[in-house]
Protein backbone atom coordinates (compact mmCIF):
# COMPACT_ATOMS: atom_id res chain seq x y z
CA UNK A 1 0.00 0.00 0.00
CA UNK A 2 1.62 3.30 -0.88
CA UNK A 3 1.49 6.03 1.19
CA UNK A 4 1.48 9.77 -0.01
CA UNK A 5 3.22 12.48 2.13
CA UNK A 6 1.93 16.29 1.08
CA UNK A 7 4.69 18.19 1.37
CA UNK A 8 5.75 20.92 -0.39
CA UNK A 9 9.97 22.25 -1.30
CA UNK A 10 11.71 23.88 1.64
CA UNK A 11 8.91 22.82 4.79
CA UNK A 12 11.21 21.88 7.29
CA UNK A 13 8.48 19.94 9.34
CA UNK A 14 8.09 17.82 5.79
CA UNK A 15 11.45 16.90 6.11
CA UNK A 16 10.89 15.95 9.83
CA UNK A 17 7.72 14.01 8.67
CA UNK A 18 9.51 11.37 5.77
CA UNK A 19 12.46 10.97 8.00
CA UNK A 20 10.16 9.27 10.47
CA UNK A 21 9.11 7.31 7.45
CA UNK A 22 12.58 6.62 6.83
CA UNK A 23 13.25 5.55 10.32
CA UNK A 24 10.52 3.47 10.10
CA UNK A 25 11.42 1.73 7.29
CA UNK A 26 8.89 2.89 4.89
CA UNK A 27 10.65 4.79 2.30
CA UNK A 28 10.27 3.09 -0.18
CA UNK A 29 6.48 2.99 -0.38
CA UNK A 30 5.85 6.97 0.16
CA UNK A 31 5.11 9.04 -2.37
CA UNK A 32 5.73 13.26 -1.85
CA UNK A 33 3.32 15.21 -3.53
CA UNK A 34 4.55 18.70 -3.27
CA UNK A 35 1.09 20.60 -2.71
CA UNK A 36 2.55 23.91 -4.24
CA UNK A 37 1.67 22.77 -8.16
CA UNK A 38 -1.87 22.16 -7.62
CA UNK A 39 -4.78 24.40 -5.97
CA UNK A 40 -7.43 21.79 -5.31
CA UNK A 41 -4.28 20.37 -3.11
CA UNK A 42 -2.88 23.35 -2.12
CA UNK A 43 -6.49 24.82 -1.12
CA UNK A 44 -6.97 21.49 1.22
CA UNK A 45 -3.21 21.26 2.70
CA UNK A 46 -1.39 24.52 2.56
CA UNK A 47 -1.61 25.22 5.79
CA UNK A 48 -1.68 21.55 7.69
CA UNK A 49 1.38 20.04 5.54
CA UNK A 50 2.73 17.47 6.32
CA UNK A 51 0.06 15.12 5.84
CA UNK A 52 0.42 11.47 5.21
CA UNK A 53 -2.51 9.89 3.74
CA UNK A 54 -4.05 6.04 2.57
CA UNK A 55 -6.32 5.19 -0.15
CA UNK A 56 -7.47 2.09 0.83
CA UNK A 57 -8.93 -0.09 -1.70
CA UNK A 58 -12.91 0.53 -0.75
CA UNK A 59 -11.75 4.05 -1.61
CA UNK A 60 -11.84 5.13 1.79
CA UNK A 61 -8.81 7.59 2.64
CA UNK A 62 -7.08 7.57 5.97
CA UNK A 63 -5.10 10.79 6.95
CA UNK A 64 -2.49 11.76 9.91
CA UNK A 65 -1.65 15.07 10.07
CA UNK A 66 1.62 17.21 12.07
CA UNK A 67 1.98 17.09 14.81
CA UNK A 68 2.93 13.24 15.30
CA UNK A 69 5.99 11.44 16.64
CA UNK A 70 7.31 7.97 15.88
CA UNK A 71 4.92 6.34 18.05
CA UNK A 72 1.93 8.14 17.06
CA UNK A 73 3.09 7.36 13.13
CA UNK A 74 3.35 3.73 14.17
CA UNK A 75 0.02 3.47 15.84
CA UNK A 76 -1.41 5.13 12.41
CA UNK A 77 0.44 2.52 10.31
CA UNK A 78 -0.87 -0.68 12.02
CA UNK A 79 -4.10 0.80 12.06
CA UNK A 80 -4.25 0.89 8.40
CA UNK A 81 -2.86 -2.65 7.99
CA UNK A 82 0.90 -1.16 7.31
CA UNK A 83 3.39 -3.36 9.14
Known amino acids: MLI ?3 STE ?3 LCE ?3 GLL ?3 GFQERVQVVD ?3 DDALFSRYGVTIPVLSIQHSDSS ?3 LGWPF ?3 ELEAWL ?3 GIN
Do not use: P, R, V
Request: proline residues 0%.
Open 69 to 71: DAA
Open 22 to 24: KDA
Open 35 to 37: IAF
Open 16 to 18: QAH
Open 61 to 63: ISE
Open 78 to 80: NSN
Open 10 to 12: GCH
Open 4 to 6: TLY
